[in-house]
């Protein structure tokens, strides 16, 4: 049974095609386009509003330099937030569950900001390596451990986006089988876990937007340390 519960993050297959790319373009059908009108419809003015707020709070620590990432990091968070939010629909596949997907966005995203920190300013990401004032016996060990912290970046980032989505997949289907087996014994105790079941799929709604968010500001911030 355990075993089935985790059958869910496995790629599904049609005519032995993995259906993975179907559901990465999938997103793309829901955007609305945009129109020549002057004035948009509720749903365009409703996204550009959202756009616009969000890519204001992201690039506010960023300087000059960090707005040409503007477009790359919002589409990022849509991109992000649509995977996640479609994932918790039935009968659908969750590709961000994946921890390759996620590493896939997180290393590539994540060398492009130190390449540039190390093409522009060497010496200060060079100066990240080794807080000012350290003791010289504390050198090569502190230079040692931020390097480490600095390649796990990208490893945390993938991880920390997979183990909630991973999580609180498990805990719906948990869930959701143990009122389906408790209805026919105890329809008092199905119909509580039912409500359990009800408020973690809300707040599963409230994680999916917010590991997309938190996904896209530790790349702003990492960005803003090589800028």
């Given at each position: 049974?355990?075993?089935?519960?985790?059958?869910?993050?496995?790629?599904?297959?049609?005519?032995?095609?993995?259906?993975?790319?179907?559901?990465?373009?999938?997103?793309?059908?829901?955007?609305?386009?945009?129109?020549?009108?002057?004035?948009?419809?509720?749903?365009?003015t409703l996204q550009n509003t959202f756009i616009n707020s969000f890519i204001h709070q992201l690039l506010l620590p960023l300087n000059v330099s960090g707005h040409k990432w503007a477009t790359l990091l919002a589409s990022l968070m849509l991109f992000l937030i649509s995977l996640n939010m479609l994932g918790l629909l039935p009968y659908t596949f969750t590709p961000t569950a994946q921890l390759s997907l996620n590493l896939g966005f997180a290393v590539p995203l994540w060398l492009a900001t130190v390449i540039i920190g190390m093409r522009n300013q060497p010496n200060h990401a060079l100066g990240h390596l080794l807080p000012e004032g350290t003791p010289n016996l504390l050198i090569p060990m502190l230079i040692i451990i931020e390097t480490i912290s600095l390649f796990i970046r990208p490893l945390a980032l993938g991880v920390r986006l997979t183990a909630n989505l991973t999580a609180g997949h498990l805990l719906i289907q948990l869930i959701s089988t143990a009122a389906f087996v408790l209805l026919p014994l105890m329809p008092a105790v199905a119909i509580l876990t039912t409500t359990v079941l009800i408020l973690l799929t809300l707040l599963e709604i409230a994680v999916a937007m917010i590991q997309a968010y938190v996904f896209v500001l530790l790349l702003t911030l990492y960005l803003q340390e090589n800028i």
């Open positions: 049974l355990s075993v089935s519960f985790f059958d869910q993050f496995m790629s599904t297959t049609y005519l032995g095609i993995p259906l993975i790319a179907l559901a990465l373009t999938f997103p793309i059908i829901l955007y609305p386009t945009t129109t020549t009108r002057w004035l948009n419809n509720r749903l365009l």
